[in-house]
């Protein structure tokens, strides 16, 4: 049925491989988004929620003299609200289109689902693109990793007494040619989706109805006979922890040549950066995932050096043949975190840290 959807994965297998006529949905937009398949989600009550956060320690315990005193101690407390904002998803099938495809063998249930497909697909890619940007992609959805990284940079650091300070500069400035790295600690404290009224995604039932298709206009009014249906769920991100995120600025992972074969970039991903990054973090709060587009982890396999030793004829490099690393698929001076490559991060402008 195709009100049965309750997964968010990239692509939905079609049951239409043997039915005559027809070949399923082909797939032609290669992306993907594997946000919402690694990073936790939790459902709320309602559609927000208020976390407590502890600031500050008290400061003033001591020891003390018999029958003398201390200052009384407490806690810095503060409090902030994270919100779920509603996404909606329409669809209309044109009757038409149900009776086409009955001729050639397709169940009307088989077409609703190349349609609730489609939605799926288009709710993971954009919500992935919303878990980094945030107001940047959408001002109506929910906060993403760039808003938190604001927030975390105007916080005080306990340890230190400065301002938080997660993320490096890599150095890049080329317009248009630079994206981000970034590292989160995710769980309940950390950073992870919010599903408002204790529900995930809703795929609601398809009703037969007339609509105004889109070449209606107020000299010519045309109506239409459709099915319709939508796919609706309350969605936010939380990271009550000022410390769960880090990123690393202003790669530049568009060859400018190569060495040896080897292509070179500007300002790449290299394990010196995660490394560095990775000495920013408490100790208590290291960072569990990196994500990356697959330019900046191809930069990053490009910049390690690899040494081999060989020992007899038949293991010879072929003449002119430069060996290369493999490609990344965790951080070995990050504690062994994996590297996830997604679609969702996006080239842009040199990014300024505040």
Same mark, same amino acid.
């Given at each position: 049925m195709a009100n049965e959807f309750a997964t968010l994965k990239d692509i939905t297998a079609l049951n239409g491989l043997t039915m005559p006529g027809t070949v399923g949905l082909v797939d032609n937009i290669i992306n993907v988004a594997p946000e919402l398949d690694r990073v936790l989600g939790r459902p709320i009550p309602g559609i927000s929620y208020e976390a407590t956060i502890l600031t500050a320690l008290g400061n003033n315990g001591a020891f003390r003299r018999v029958n003398s005193g201390v200052a009384l101690s407490a806690p810095s407390i503060d409090s902030k609200r994270f919100n779920c904002f509603p996404w909606d998803c329409q669809f209309s099938v044109d009757e038409a289109l149900l009776i086409k495809g009955r001729s050639q063998g397709e169940t009307p249930a088989e077409i609703f689902t190349t349609f609730a497909t489609s939605g799926v697909r288009q709710k993971a890619l954009y919500l992935g693109r919303q878990f980094y940007q945030g107001s940047l992609n959408d001002p109506l959805g929910p906060p993403g990793l760039q808003d938190f990284l604001f927030t975390q940079r105007t916080q005080v650091d306990s340890r230190t007494g400065q301002k938080i300070n997660q993320a490096y500069d890599a150095g890049g400035v080329t317009p248009g040619q630079c994206e981000i790295i970034w590292f989160i600690k995710q769980g309940p404290q950390g950073v992870h989706? *919010?599903? @408002?009224?204790?529900?995930?995604?809703?795929?609601?039932?398809?009703? %037969?109805?007339?609509?105004? $298709? +889109?070449? +209606?206009?107020?000299? +010519?009014?045309?109506?239409? =006979?459709?099915?319709?249906?939508?796919?609706?769920?309350?969605?936010?991100? +939380?990271?009550?922890?000022?410390?769960?995120? @880090?990123?690393?600025?202003?790669?530049?992972?568009?060859?400018?040549?190569?060495?040896?074969?080897? #292509?070179?970039?500007?300002?790449? *991903?290299?394990? @010196? *950066?995660?490394?560095?990054?990775? @000495?920013?973090?408490? /100790?208590?709060?290291? #960072?569990?995932?990196?994500?990356?587009?697959? %330019?900046?982890?191809?930069? =990053?396999?490009?910049?390690?050096?690899?040494?081999?030793?060989?020992?007899?004829?038949? %293991?010879?490099?072929?003449?002119?043949? &430069? #060996?290369? &690393?493999?490609? $990344?698929?965790? *951080? $070995?001076?990050?504690?062994?975190?994996?590297?996830? $490559?997604?679609?969702?991060? /996006?080239?842009?402008?040199?990014?300024? =840290?505040?």
């Open positions: 989706w *919010l599903f @408002g009224n204790n529900t995930g995604i809703i795929m609601n039932p398809w009703m %037969r109805q007339y609509v105004t $298709p +889109s070449d +209606s206009t107020g000299a +010519s009014p045309k109506r239409q =006979l459709a099915w319709n249906s939508n796919l609706f769920g309350y969605i936010g991100t +939380s990271m009550a922890q000022y410390h769960a995120v @880090g990123a690393i600025v202003n790669i530049n992972a568009v060859s400018n040549g190569t060495t040896n074969g080897i #292509p070179t970039y500007p300002n790449p *991903l290299t394990d @010196g *950066l995660t490394g560095s990054l990775w @000495g920013l973090w408490p /100790i208590t709060m290291k #960072p569990d995932l990196c994500f990356a587009s697959q %330019r900046a982890i191809v930069s =990053l396999q490009m910049s390690r050096s690899v040494t081999n030793f060989v020992n007899s004829d038949n %293991r010879k490099w072929t003449g002119q043949a &430069a #060996p290369i &690393a493999d490609f $990344p698929t965790h *951080l $070995p001076l990050c504690g062994g975190i994996p590297i996830i $490559p997604t679609d969702s991060i /996006i080239q842009g402008n040199q990014y300024i =840290l505040n």
